[in-house]
């Protein structure tokens, strides 16, 4: 079992920045490939980035390259997704999830475990 814990959303305006955090405890943190996922009103669950057990592999969604990024702290057990350049369409919750391989955390039906969510909200 992990328990995954997100923290670091607010409201921003557009153009602004954000560093969502994930804290993870529980099971050795570093068995665990991470992602992050966000869900906006009334849409589905979908896929933001991704990150390998050692950090040296990572995947995005298209709409985020190049203005988010994720990475991973082993020693603090904890992934965190930094975002700049928000706009209003990025406004959702956000949730960091964990899997046994990053390649299946583009799916979130792959994912073992779930955070709570962080709500993020970007104002125009």
């Known amino acids: 079992q992990v328990q995954l814990v997100e923290s670091g959303g607010g409201l921003v305006q557009a153009g602004g920045s954000l560093r969502l955090s994930c804290a993870a405890s529980?099971?050795?943190?570093?068995?665990?490939?991470m992602g992050w996922f966000r869900q906006a009103p009334g849409k589905e669950r979908e896929f933001v980035a991704a990150?390998?057990?050692?950090?040296?592999?990572?995947y995005y969604a298209d709409s985020m390259k190049g203005r988010f990024t994720i990475s991973r702290d082993n020693a603090k057990n904890t992934v965190y997704l930094q975002m700049n350049s928000l706009k209003p369409e990025d406004t959702a919750v956000y949730y960091c999830?964990?899997?046994?391989?990053?390649?299946?955390?583009?799916?979130?039906?792959?994912?073992?475990?779930w955070g709570q969510g962080t709500q993020v909200t970007v104002s125009s």
């Open positions: 990150i390998s057990r050692s950090g040296g592999t990572t």
């Open positions: 999830a964990a899997g046994d391989y990053v390649s299946d955390l583009r799916n979130p039906s792959l994912a073992d475990y």
């Open positions: 529980g099971r050795t943190f570093s068995s665990f490939a």
